[in-house]
C-alpha cells in the first residue's frame, strides 16, 4: 500500500470509534471510583492497553489488503472453533497475564467466513440451499457459544446472519421464515415462566409449552399436515398448499427449538428473561439490575450530575457498572446529552458503513460489511436497551465503551477491515483477485 493511501482512510469513521473509546474510558475510571473519591480499580489503565493495541490493529488492518484473507478465511474460522471447543469450560484462553475470550473474535471469523461463502455461491440459483448452509455456518459457533453458556454473545450470530443473507439477495421468504420462527421460539419460552413469575400462576394452561409430550404430539399433528400440504403441492402444484407448509414448519421448528433451549437455559438466564417486564417481582435479585440501571439514568437528567459525581457508581449500586452498564454511569453523570452524544456516534458508525456498501464494487467486502453493522447495531441497541429497562439482561457489552479487552480488539479488527475495503473501494473485483 502506497503512503498516500493513507489519506483514503475514512477518518470520520475513525474519528467517531476513538472518540466512544474514549469516552470508554473516562467512564470506566469513574466506575472505579469509590465513595470517597479515591480511585480503587486499576480497569481504567487496562482499558487503556487495550485501546492503544486496537488503534494498532485499526492502522494495521487499514494498510493491509482486505482481499487477502478471502481463501484463508475457511481456517481462520475453523481455528476458532477449535479453540471454542478448547475453552468451552472456561471460556478464556490465557497467554501470560493477558486473557482472551474466543466467542468475541468468533464473530467476526464467521462474518468473514459467511461472506467468502455468500460471494462464492452468488450465482447459485437455489436460495433455499444457500440459505441453510448459510444458517449452519452460524449455528455451529453458536452452539458451542450457548453450551459455555454465554447466551449475551450467542444471539448476536442472529442478526449477523440475517443482515448478510438480506444484503446477498437471498429469498426474503427464508429470512421472514427465521425471523418469526425466532419470535414464536421467545414467546414459546417465555410465557410458562411469565405467567409462573409475574402473573402467579393465574393461566397454568401455559404450562404446557413445558411438556414434552404435548410438544410431541403438537409436532407430530404439524409434521402430518406439513406432509399433505407438501402432497398436495407435488400432485396439484397449487401455490396456497406450500404456504400451508411454510407455516406449518414455522411452528414445528419453533416448539422443537423452544424446548430444546428450556433444556439448555440455565434458571438464572431465564429470569432475566423475564424479570425485565416488571423488575420488582425480584427487587433484591435479578430485578436489581434493572431497577438500579433506571434509577441512575433517570436521576442524570438532561445535563447529569457531573463527572465523578454519579452515587450509585461510587455507592456500588450498579453491578457490573464498567462493563454492561456503563451506559448508566454516562447517562447519571453527563445526563440526556451524554446520552445523545453515543447515540450520534454509533448513528455515524452505521451510517458510514451503509455509504460505503452502496459505492464499493465488490460483494465479499459488501457482506462483510453487512455483517459489522448487523454486529455493531445489534450490541448498541440491547445494550442500552438493557440499561434502560426494555429489553431482557443478556450480558451484552456497549462495544467501544465498556470494559474488556475480547470485545474492544473484536469491534476493533471489524473497523480496521472497514477502512481496509474503504481505501480500495475504488478497485473493481469480478474473480477473486485484484
Not at 423475564?274 to 435479585?285: A, H, M, Y
Request: some cysteine; hydrophobic content about 55%.
Amino acid at each position: 500500500m502506497r503512503l498516500k493511501d493513507l489519506l483514503e482512510i475514512d477518518f470520520i469513521l475513525l474519528f467517531a470509534v476513538l472518540l466512544l473509546v474514549a469516552m470508554g474510558v473516562i467512564f470506566i475510571y469513574s466506575s472505579g471510583v469509590n465513595m470517597y473519591g479515591v480511585p480503587d480499580s486499576g480497569e481504567y489503565i487496562r482499558q487503556i492497553s487495550w485501546a492503544s493495541m486496537g488503534l494498532a490493529i485499526v492502522l494495521g488492518f487499514s494498510l493491509f489488503n482486505y482481499r487477502k484473507i478471502y481463501n484463508i478465511s475457511v481456517w481462520f474460522y475453523i481455528a476458532t472453533l477449535v479453540v471454542l471447543i478448547i475453552t468451552i469450560n472456561t471460556r478464556w484462553i490465557r497467554i501470560g497475564t493477558f486473557g482472551f475470550q474466543t466467542s468475541e473474535f468468533t464473530k467476526i471469523t464467521t462474518i468473514v467466513f459467511l461472506a467468502w461463502y455468500l460471494d462464492h455461491t452468488k450465482r447459485n440459483p437455489n436460495s433455499f440451499i444457500r440459505f441453510l448452509l448459510s444458517c449452519t455456518i452460524v449455528f455451529v459457533p453458536m452452539a458451542l457459544i450457548l453450551i459455555q453458556p454465554d447466551l449475551g454473545t450467542a444471539l448476536v450470530f442472529i442478526p449477523i446472519l440475517l443482515g448478510m443473507s438480506f444484503i446477498a439477495g437471498i429469498s426474503l421468504r427464508y429470512i421472514i421464515f427465521m425471523i418469526l420462527t425466532i419470535v414464536l421460539t421467545s414467546l414459546f419460552i417465555v410465557l410458562p415462566h411469565w405467567q409462573a413469575i409475574i402473573l402467579d400462576n393465574s393461566i397454568p394452561g401455559l404450562l404446557i409449552f413445558l411438556d414434552s409430550r404435548f410438544i410431541a404430539a403438537i409436532c407430530l399433528a404439524l409434521l402430518l399436515i406439513a406432509a399433505i400440504a407438501l402432497f398436495g403441492l407435488l400432485k396439484f402444484r397449487k401455490r396456497y398448499f406450500y404456504w400451508i407448509c411454510y407455516s406449518a414448519s414455522i411452528f414445528i421448528v419453533s416448539l422443537g427449538t423452544s424446548f430444546a433451549a428450556q433444556l439448555v437455559l440455565r434458571d438464572y438466564q431465564l429470569r432475566r428473561l423475564i424479570v425485565f417486564l416488571d423488575p420488582n417481582i425480584d427487587p433484591r435479585g435479578s430485578g436489581w439490575h434493572i431497577i438500579q440501571s433506571i434509577t441512575a439514568i433517570g436521576s442524570g437528567g438532561i445535563i447529569g450530575r457531573g463527572f465523578l459525581q454519579g452515587t450509585q457508581s461510587q455507592y456500588r449500586f450498579l453491578p457490573e457498572q464498567s462493563t454492561d452498564f456503563i451506559f448508566s454511569i454516562l447517562s447519571e453523570e453527563w445526563g440526556f446529552r451524554g446520552g445523545i452524544i453515543v447515540f450520534a456516534l454509533f448513528l455515524l458508525i452505521i451510517l458510514r458503513l451503509l455509504r460505503l456498501i452502496k459505492i464499493i464494487n465488490d460483494n465479499f467486502a459488501c457482506y462483510i460489511l453487512a455483517g459489522l453493522i448487523s454486529m455493531y447495531a445489534f450490541h448498541f441497541f440491547i445494550n442500552v436497551g438493557m440499561t434502560m429497562g426494555i429489553m431482557p439482561i443478556t450480558g451484552i457489552p456497549l462495544l467501544f465503551v465498556s470494559y474488556g479487552g475480547s470485545a474492544l480488539l473484536s469491534a476493533m479488527i471489524g473497523i480496521g477491515l472497514t477502512l481496509s475495503i474503504h481505501v480500495r473501494r475504488h478497485l473493481r473485483n469480478d474473480y477473486g483477485l485484484y
